[in-house]
Each structure stands twice: as C-alpha cells, then as structure tokens.
Nanobody
Framework: QLQLVESGGGLVQPGGSLRLSCAAS????????IGWFRQAPGKEREGVSY????????VYADSVKGRFTISRDNAGKTMYLQMNSLKSEDTAVYFC???????????????????WGQGTQVTVSS
C-alpha cells in the first residue's frame, strides 16, 4: 500500500519561496503519476501540478504557471514542488497524490488519484 508524506510547508512572506517534498513508501514509485493539490479554507480542493510516471509530461494550473515547478526523483522515492514568487492567494494546505491508472484524462482533477498524503500547511503573509 502506497503511503505519501508531505513536508516543507510553513510561513513565508509574499514573494518568497518554499519547496515542498512528498516522500513515498514504495520502491515502485515510477509506476505512479503524481499530482500536487491545495485546499484553502472554505474552498474546494484544486489541482496545482501534475507529473507523469516518466517525468516527461508536466501540467500546471494557470494560477501557478511560471512560479511553481514540479519534479520527481524516482530513485529517491521523493517528489517536489518548488514554489517561487508566492502570493497570499497561495495560502492553503498542500497535498501530494498518486495514481497508477493507465489513463489519466484530467491530471488536475482530484478524482483521478487514489493515494493521498496528509497535507502540509503553506501560509503566505507579511
């Protein structure tokens, strides 16, 4: 059973950076596509970024394009979300998620994913 654990959240000023990590419990990480999601208070969970099993295909939400970078280290069983130029509207709990489905039609839709981490809080405030 795949388990995911996020880390790296915290309080940062607007314009600052954070790097989130997501550690996986399995050696077969290369068989899972990974997504990062976030959920702000009172709002629905939204997709932030996606990386395919091979790492070749990347998808970003329009709200984070040019600021966030997703990456993965299959050998190290860790996924990353580098977040730069952070804004107050980026404040949310961030989750990593994984799926081993053969076909992923909507990479930023939460329903595509079967495994979730517990989340890490990111607060952007001066």
């Amino acid at each position: 059973q795949l388990q995911l654990v996020e880390s790296g959240g915290g309080l940062v000023q607007p314009g600052g950076s954070l790097r989130l990590s997501c550690a996986a419990s399995v050696l077969t990480l290369h068989t899972y596509a990974i997504g990062w999601f976030r959920q702000a208070p009172g709002k629905e969970r939204e997709g932030v970024s996606y990386i395919s099993k091979s790492g070749v295909s990347l998808v970003y939400a329009d709200s984070v394009k040019g600021r966030f970078t997703i990456s993965r280290d299959n050998a190290g069983k860790t996924m990353y979300l580098q977040m730069n130029s952070l804004k107050s509207e980026d404040t949310a709990v961030y989750f990593c998620a994984a799926t081993d489905r053969m076909v992923i039609r909507t990479p930023l839709r939460p329903g595509e994913y079967d495994y979730w981490g517990q989340g890490t809080q990111v607060t952007v405030s001066s």
